[in-house]
């Protein structure tokens, strides 16, 4: 997809490349990322469905975009992403991805039409002291210093800031302002968080900078995105063949390494690519010091099966592999009504973290997954769905967000907030817990999911355990 010529590029079909007939393709994990993959090559590479094979460890498909009402539990969701109009590549993709609800059209085209017709805002981005309004009032409270301190980070080049911390550009002129609290709560920014990840996020999503006071700039699904978007492009590409392997942990992918140059790309394009590649060819910062031009191959996979047998796929010139590394929910573990999620870092064998590690360790050009996952105490976070199965809960959400939870519409979007209710429990300021809701509901279904009908309404909770 280009934009070099407006719309001229961005919407003509690719001719089928030549030789893809005789590829293989093989993706590991069924994220938003691995899907991706999937369905771009069945749309635009125009792979044979039966090439491609999906390798998940789960018995379920979509990562962190999950969803599920498990038995004895309760209705779960781990995480979610927060999406916005300039999600290009994804946007470009699901109009082709048909509805599982509708005939007749595109995921696309529900989204559009939901947030046209119901667009989100938050009438109560905060509170305190037991469902009080915050009074932000839509203020970033920002002094000179403060805007200074942003500032000094946005321009500081990317390579000063390796292994910096936020509060190594950040002090309390900043920490303390609603700026802060809207940007943490809607990005999960922690104080001692990377410095890097700060600055090109704040790059990334500039355009929000005007709906951080009341989540204008967001665009929310119907259900929750593993029903609204998971499932469709399962089905989307179940229906060209594509072969996925549940219950499958890949260990390890082996490359050899050398053998002579890897490619070459003739275009790079426009964009920040070009800036990257002009400064290295004046000296000013090498694109990635750790990273070779030497050839690199996949040659096999190994895995471990359901079962617990152990099998290696050997790989040739004519097979591709995508990778998704790492992961915001990999050692995850669940709780229950009775009992906290149990704290389990360690990493083992069939994890993205572990199998980074793997690959990593047969080229420093294969990134360094340590600087990620090496600190979990610092790096974890905490969600929690809460259902709810009667008429107590509802006026509550209603008092807060200042809109009726069962309208039809959505309700109240994100809030942060500090309150000792079970409701919604953020920014907690006496026991120093910062927390993010969501929640929304439509006429058609109950809170996040088109499969849980016994419900009255739900929300979505992000918890930040640490000190504020």
């Given at each position: 997809m280009y934009y070099s010529n407006g719309n001229y590029e961005a919407f003509a079909r690719p001719k089928k490349p030549e030789g893809i007939?005789?590829?293989?393709?093989?993706?590991?994990?069924?994220?938003?990322?691995?899907?991706?993959?999937?369905?771009?090559?069945?749309r635009d590479a125009q792979m044979p469905g039966d090439h491609i094979?999906?390798?998940?460890?789960?018995?379920?498909?979509?990562?962190?975009c999950d969803g599920a009402n498990i038995p004895g539990v309760g209705y779960v969701m781990r995480g979610g992403r927060e999406m916005d109009n300039h999600f290009e590549v994804m946007w470009?993709?699901?109009?082709?991805?048909?509805?599982?609800?509708?005939?007749?059209?595109?995921?696309?085209?529900?989204?559009?039409?939901?947030?046209?017709?119901?667009p989100n805002y938050s009438l109560c981005r905060s509170t305190k002291a037991r469902g009080v309004d915050g009074g932000t009032n839509g203020k970033f409270a920002l002094s000179d210093k403060a805007s200074m301190e942003i500032m000094k980070l946005f321009f500081t080049p990317n390579e000063e800031l390796y292994g910096k911390k936020i509060s190594d550009f950040f002090d309390d002129e900043v920490f303390d302002t609603n700026f802060w609290m809207y940007w943490r709560t809607m990005f999960a920014f922690e104080n001692w968080h990377s410095a890097l990840e700060m600055k090109l996020?704040?790059?990334?999503?500039?355009?929000?900078?005007?709906?951080?006071?009341d989540f204008s700039a967001l665009r929310f699904t119907r259900y929750n995105q593993y029903e609204s978007m998971i499932l469709p492009m399962i089905k989307y590409l179940e229906g060209f063949g594509v072969q996925f392997h549940y219950n499958v942990k890949v260990e390890n992918v082996d490359f050899a390494i050398g053998g002579g140059m890897g490619p070459v790309r003739q275009r790079t394009g426009t964009g920040q690519d070009t800036i990257l590649r002009k400064q290295a060819e004046y000296g000013a910062y090498p694109r990635n010091p750790f990273s070779s031009p030497t050839k690199k191959m996949a040659t096999r996979i190994d895995l471990t099966e359901a079962d617990g047998t152990t099998r290696s796929i050997d790989l040739g010139e004519n097979d591709l592999v995508f990778i998704t590394n790492g992961g915001c929910v990999e050692n995850s573990s669940m709780g229950s009504q009775t009992e906290p999620a149990a704290w389990a870092p360690e990493i083992k064998p069939g994890g993205g973290w572990d199998m980074w590690r793997r690959i990593a360790a047969q080229d420093p050009s294969f990134g360094h997954p340590d600087v990620f996952c090496s600190d979990p105490e610092h790096s974890k976070w905490m969600s929690a769905t809460v259902t709810t199965l009667d008429d107590e809960i509802p006026p509550y959400i209603q008092k807060i967000c200042k809109r009726d939870p069962f309208s039809g519409r959505q309700a109240l979007s994100k809030i942060s907030c500090a309150s000792t209710t079970v409701l919604t429990t953020m920014l907690m300021s006496s026991f120093f817990f910062l927390v993010t809701t969501i929640c929304y509901i439509h006429k058609s279904s109950i809170p996040h999911s088109n499969r849980f009908q016994q419900a009255k309404s739900g929300f979505f909770v992000t918890f930040f355990s640490n000190t504020v």
């Open positions: 007939d005789s590829k293989n393709a093989y993706i590991i994990g069924t994220g938003l990322a691995a899907l991706s993959a999937a369905c771009y090559l069945v094979h999906v390798f998940e460890k789960d018995p379920v498909p979509g990562g962190a470009d993709l699901f109009r082709s991805i048909p509805s599982i609800e509708t005939d007749g059209v595109s995921v696309l085209d529900e989204y559009y039409w939901l947030n046209k017709e119901d996020y704040i790059r990334r999503y500039i355009h929000h900078i005007g709906g951080l006071p």
